[in-house]
C-alpha cells in the first residue's frame, strides 16, 4: 500500500513543522513498525525514529514521531539550517517487506 | 558499530546483468543473524525497497517491480549480501544501498550506481 508525504514543508529556523504520512484513502495502518529517515543526497539514508516514536542513538530530541489512525507525522521542532534535507517514512509490510513513503523536501527559510 | 561497503554497480545495456555485493563488518556485527536488504533511488524519485533476505537466507522477498528479475542471496561464510539483477531496464537506473534490516532500516552503506542506457 502507498505512503504520502506532502512534496515540501517549510519553516523559519527555532520554528516547527511537521511531515506527515498517510495510508492510501480508505485502507488501516494497523503496523507500529514505522520508521522515519533523514536522506541527504550523496550520503547515506540515516535513521531518525524507529517503532512509530523512539529516536534513533544520537538523534537530537527535537525529532520527534507519532501516529494516529491511518496517518505517522515526524515532526522537527527548534528547526535548524542543518535539517534542509529529505525525509522518509518507512512501513514493514509483512513477509521481510517494506514500503516508503512519497519523500518529503524540508525547507530552512 | 556497522560498516556495510557496496560494489559491482555500473553501466549496462538494456536486457544485461549485474550482480551487487556488499560485505559487511563491524564490532559486534555478527552478519549471519541478521535479516538484510536492498533499497533503491532512481533520480528524481524517493526511496523503494527492492527485496530482503533473513539471517539464514532461507527467508526471501522482492518488490513486485523486480520480482521474477533480481534475486537476493548471502554468503554467511563471507559476510555477502547479493543482489542478482537480470533483464534490466532504464527504470533500474538507480544508487542501490544495502541495509540491516529487521522491521528498519538500521545501518546503510554508501551505496552503488546502476545506469541502464536503452
Known amino acids: 500500500s502507498a505512503l504520502t508525504q506532502p512534496r515540501s514543508v517549510s519553516g523559519y529556523p527555532g520554528q516547527s513543522v511537521t511531515i506527515s504520512c498517510t495510508a492510501a484513502s480508505g485502507e488501516s495502518w494497523s503496523s507500529n513498525f514505522v520508521s522515519w529517515y533523514q536522506y541527504r543526497p550523496g550520503k547515506a539514508p540515516r535513521l531518525l525514529i524507529q517503532d512509530v516514536y523512539k529516536r534513533s542513538s544520537g538523534v537530537p530530541n527535537r525529532f520527534s514521531g507519532s501516529k494516529f489512525d491511518s496517518t505517522a507525522s515526524l515532526t522537527i521542532s527548534g528547526l535548524q539550517a542543518e535539517d534542509e534535507s529529505d525525509y522518509y517514512c518507512c512501513s514493514y509490510a509483512g513477509e521481510y517487506s517494506y514500503v516508503f513513503g512519497s519523500g518529503t523536501t524540508v525547507i530552512v527559510l | 558499530e556497522v560498516q556495510l561497503l557496496e560494489s559491482g554497480g555500473g553501466s549496462v545495456q538494456r536486457g544485461g546483468s549485474l550482480r551487487l555485493s556488499c560485505v559487511g563488518s563491524?564490532?559486534?556485527?555478527?552478519?549471519?543473524?541478521?535479516?538484510m536488504s536492498w533499497v533503491r533511488q532512481a533520480p528524481g524519485k524517493g526511496l523503494e525497497w527492492v527485496a530482503s533476505?533473513?539471517?539464514?537466507?532461507?527467508?526471501?522477498n522482492h518488490a513486485n517491480s523486480v520480482r521474477g528479475r533480481f534475486t537476493v542471496s548471502r554468503d554467511n561464510s563471507k559476510n555477502i549480501l547479493y543482489l542478482q539483477m537480470n533483464d534490466l531496464t532504464t527504470e533500474d537506473t538507480a544508487k542501490y544501498y544495502c541495509?540491516?534490516?529487521?522491521?528498519?532500516?538500521?545501518?546503510w552503506g554508501q551505496g552503488t550506481l546502476v545506469s541502464v542506457s536503452s
Open positions: 563491524g564490532s559486534g556485527f555478527i552478519f549471519k543473524n541478521e535479516a
Open positions: 541495509a540491516k534490516a529487521w522491521l528498519v532500516f538500521e545501518s
Open positions: 533476505i533473513n539471517g539464514h537466507g532461507s527467508t526471501t
